[in-house]
């Protein structure tokens, strides 16, 4: 597994999470990795100090490896979740979280980066669907003044205050 | 305190232009202020003449760093300037402060600060070579641009000497003006204060060193602590879109590198990608925040590389290469580095739309002319007031029909950044002009041209427009006629009572560099609730009444700020009191600057001890504007602030969501209790004897009680 190390990291500094087959895979590994005892494994590994940064986690049956060094507990678990084809409840529980807990809104834009990384015709169908699902009903959409959309929840923050958020820009008076 | 310590040089440099002296004295008697600001409010302090004005030649100028400056510790590169400014109501005493790495030259050189009185008989420079010193002419270089001043200057003393000078703006003793320093390192106010005296810049060379009493060992070990906590410009700890290192992001972020963002218009263009807050042999592409000034669009093709101060990771200044400067403008180069209001300003003025071609280039152009000219613009305020009036469409009925005829309005309405172009002669070269150039006065005046032009609201002929109550404006301390600068817009009573006290825009970012962090509000609060007091940070636009908590968190900010320019290190990023770091539960460490100078200087000191070093410097700085206001109150004298403070969104009310209007009797309660933190009379806001006493300041005390200004 020690030799694996250098490939999740690499695949980590790109925002990707990995198997231990889809690595040996890439790398061109003869041998599969053996699968049975791949918890035990990475616990040996990451005895070692040097490779503490090494995270595991559980998904769909599947071991998943990334470095804490590139990647966040919070993008590992939306990662994972998106791959399973829980779009909707990973952003309504971001938006809750936002909502609830930061006093912030989230921007639409956040769908275009990494871990959602849709096109606009897949983040309108998530618009739809979050519309259309009751279990979401306290989650809104508009636009700030300048045409970009977010999302609030109203568990957390009401409509005027949430535009106020979503307009706001901390260098408007001062630089 | 004996001179065995590291960090300082030893000396201050003194030179008297009327008479040719020069001659040095022990730094040792000015130790207890630190340097930098320090240093320069006591040697001013030291040579007070009442009713003095800063263009007289009596007026000194002092130019001073401190004991961490080149010491090679973290953003340790800055100089401040110290000397009364014409560009304030009745000329008080105000400090500046350059990057770059003239501040390191002058310890190298053997010096904590050069002090320069008199008036020359004609255009000089000072050449500091270590121990040798001398005035030398400068009327070949008299009337040129900073640009060709510092080349020439350069080329005089060698590459390896440090450099600055005034334009035409200083020269033509404009008080909007200032000095630069090659690499777009500027100090604003004081520019007219060198012209009155005939000094057209100053070049230093060092061959010595700073001498550290740590071991490099430990001196490494504190680089490390830094590196593991520190943010990027203004310590922004997240980056601007969402990246998979980072658990937040925030688009106003000064953390900008990403995929999307190159430096294109480097000999081999740079791909930046993302660069982790543990990536630490990349931190300098960390920042590349060119799009805040040009967009992306014009970063990819124009930004060179990212450039900085001495001894700092972060690589704020935007090193471009715009060709179209030379081909569209006809000016000498295509290139020009700066930051923030660097490049800002222009489209403060300009009724251009972000993303643009011509904001892009107003950015530029503006940037390279006020610089040439050495402009300074009050953190923008001449600009708000310009865009404000004409805007309103004012200038018609305050310029001469001959002098209205002689202006390119059109190309402002036009969006032509070639507006600038005319402009900026206007206010460097006043008399150059057929006509009065009352425009050109007012961009390069506007403290005496509020009274001559009656912009108070006293004008009948303009419709009684008040200057006080437009806060499109930004003029925020009525008294002071000075901008805003992270004021009631930000952190609610603890960016208005910064921005309160001292006699110019307050240049402070110690509350920036928490709650403008990128950070959720709800962890930043807990980090100023910890810090402070609970309460002390409102929410954005929704502020609630002062309290203790939002009192300390504006002491505290105004003492680290003062603490950074005497020390000196970079306020534009330190204190880092929060980090990019999760595992440290995203805090950091305020005690940094305390370890800095222990090591450094050899004297153990803890954070509370070097605080209240820096605030001795604020206390004398207190006891000094009521000396020079000759003010026995200065709440009522100093203290005050537009309307438009109190009066924005005249459909709501103080406390509301969505809204940064204050209170005005809240904002007497803060002030008391401000006033209170500080030991100053509560009334009066002018500190006490006993305060005064208890740092060291009773000759403070005994002068303003001899004046009749001392509270009791
Ligand atoms: S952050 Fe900018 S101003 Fe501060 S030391 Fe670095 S380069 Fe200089």
Not at chain 2, 140 to 153: H, P, Q, V
């Amino acid at each position: 597994m020690q030799d694996l190390v250098k490939y999740i990291r690499l695949f980590s500094q790109h925002g990707k999470l990995v198997t231990l087959p889809q690595v040996a895979a890439v790398i061109g590994l003869e041998e599969e990795p053996e699968d049975e005892d791949v918890v035990g494994q990475y616990v040996q590994l990451i005895l070692a100090p040097e490779y503490a940064d090494i995270c595991m986690r559980k998904s769909a049956d599947e071991h998943y490896f990334f470095s804490r060094k590139h990647i966040v507990d919070s993008y590992a678990n939306r990662w994972l979740a998106i791959r399973r084809g829980e779009v909707l409840p990973t952003l309504v529980q971001q938006i809750r979280e936002a909502s609830c807990q930061h006093n912030a809104v989230v921007d639409e834009s956040i769908l275009n980066y990494k871990p959602y990384a849709l096109d606009s015709e897949g983040r309108e169908a998530l618009r739809e669907q979050l519309a259309a699902d009751p279990e979401c009903c306290d989650i809104a959409y508009a636009k700030t003044a300048q045409g970009e959309g977010y999302f609030y929840s109203t568990r957390g923050l009401n409509a005027g205050y949430a535009k106020v958020l979503a307009n706001y820009d901390p260098n408007e008076w001062s630089c | 305190m004996a001179m065995n310590y590291g960090g300082w040089a030893g000396k201050v440099l003194w030179v008297n232009l009327t008479t040719s002296e020069i001659w040095t004295e022990p730094t040792e008697k000015y130790l207890d202020y630190l340097g930098g600001s320090g240093i320069g409010y006591k040697i001013l302090w030291d040579h007070h003449v009442d009713g003095q004005l800063g263009t007289d030649p009596e007026n000194v100028i002092v130019y001073s760093i401190g004991p961490l400056t080149g010491s090679g510790v973290i953003c340790s590169g800055r100089m401040t300037v110290t000397s009364r400014s014409p560009a304030t109501p009745g000329h008080l005493i105000t400090d500046g402060h350059v990057g770059g790495h003239i501040g390191p030259e002058f310890k190298y050189a053997g010096y904590d600060a050069l002090a320069v009185i008199g008036k020359a008989n004609s255009p000089v420079w000072i050449r500091i070579e270590d121990d040798k010193v001398s005035i030398e002419s400068a009327t070949a270089i008299w009337g040129k641009g900073t640009f060709d001043s510092n080349a020439e200057l350069t080329k005089l003393m060698g590459q390896d000497a440090q450099v600055f000078s005034i334009g035409q703006a200083g020269e033509n003793l404009v008080p909007m003006s200032g000095f630069m320093t090659p690499g777009g390192h500027a100090a604003g106010g004081h520019g007219a204060v060198m012209g009155s005296k005939n000094l057209k810049g100053v070049g230093v060379h060092g061959t010595g060193t700073c001498t550290i009493k740590a071991s490099r060992d430990e001196m490494r070990a504190l680089d490390d602590h830094i590196l593991g906590i520190i943010g990027s410009n203004n310590n922004n700890v997240v980056p601007s879109t969402p990246q998979s290192w980072a658990e937040y992001y925030s688009s106003g972020s000064r953390w900008k590198a990403r995929d999307e963002i190159k430096w294109g218009a480097a000999d081999e263009p740079v791909e930046l990608g993302e660069v982790a807050w543990n990536e630490r042999n990349r931190i300098g592409y960390r920042c590349s925040m060119a799009e805040m000034y040009v967009g992306v669009e014009y970063t990819n093709k124009w930004l060179k590389r990212m450039g900085g101060c001495h001894a700092c990771p972060i690589r704020c200044y935007c090193e471009m290469k715009v060709p179209e400067l030379k081909s569209r403008f006809k000016f000498k180069s295509e290139y020009i580095t700066n930051t923030c209001g660097g490049f800002i300003w222009g489209n403060y003025l300009m009724p251009t739309t972000a993303g643009t071609e011509q904001y892009a280039l107003t950015a530029t152009a503006g940037a390279y002319l006020r610089d040439d000219y050495g402009i300074f613009s009050g953190y923008g305020l001449t600009h708000h007031i310009f865009k404000d009036m004409k805007t309103a469409d004012l200038f018609k009925h305050l310029l001469s029909a001959e002098e209205f005829a002689d202006v390119p309005w059109e190309q402002w309405d036009n969006n032509e950044p070639e507006f600038l172009v005319d402009l900026y002669k206007r206010v460097a070269f006043p008399d150059s002009y057929p006509h009065e150039n009352a425009l050109g006065r007012m961009m390069g005046d506007p403290v005496s041209y509020i009274d001559i032009w009656k912009l108070d609201g006293t004008n009948p002929a303009i419709d009684n427009w008040n200057i006080y109550a437009e806060s499109n404006v930004h003029l925020f301390n009525r008294s002071m006629r000075h901008a805003l600068h992270h004021a009631s817009e930000c952190a609610s009573q603890v960016g208005t009572l910064i921005n309160v006290i001292f006699n110019r825009d307050p240049m402070c970012h110690s509350h920036i560099n928490v709650v403008n962090g990128g950070l959720p509000y709800d962890i930043l609060a807990e980090v100023c609730a910890e810090k402070f007091g609970e309460g002390a940070f409102d929410p954005v636009k929704w502020y609630t009444p002062i309290n203790q908590g939002k009192v300390n968190f504006a002491k505290w900010c105004v003492v680290k700020n003062v603490l950074h320019d005497s020390l000196t290190i970079c306020n534009w990023v330190f204190p880092l009191i929060i980090s990019p770091d999760k595992e440290k539960n995203y805090r950091g460490d305020s005690s940094i600057e305390a370890q800095m100078y222990s090591l450094v200087t050899g004297d153990k000191v803890t954070e509370e001890e070097l605080d209240i070093m820096a605030e001795r410097t604020v206390q004398l700085h207190r006891a000094f504007t009521a000396l020079e206001m000759n003010s026995n109150d200065l709440r009522r004298d100093h203290d005050v602030l537009s309307d438009w403070v109190y009066d924005i969104d005249p459909d709501k009310n103080f406390g509301d969501q969505g809204t940064i209007k204050m209170d005005r009797d809240d904002i007497q309660k803060a002030l008391g209790m401000f006033y209170e933190a500080w030991g100053w009379d509560s009334e009066t806001g002018i500190p006490t004897r006993a305060t005064l006493e208890k740092f060291g300041l009773g000759y403070a005390a005994d002068k303003l009680a001899a004046k009749g200004l001392l509270p009791g």
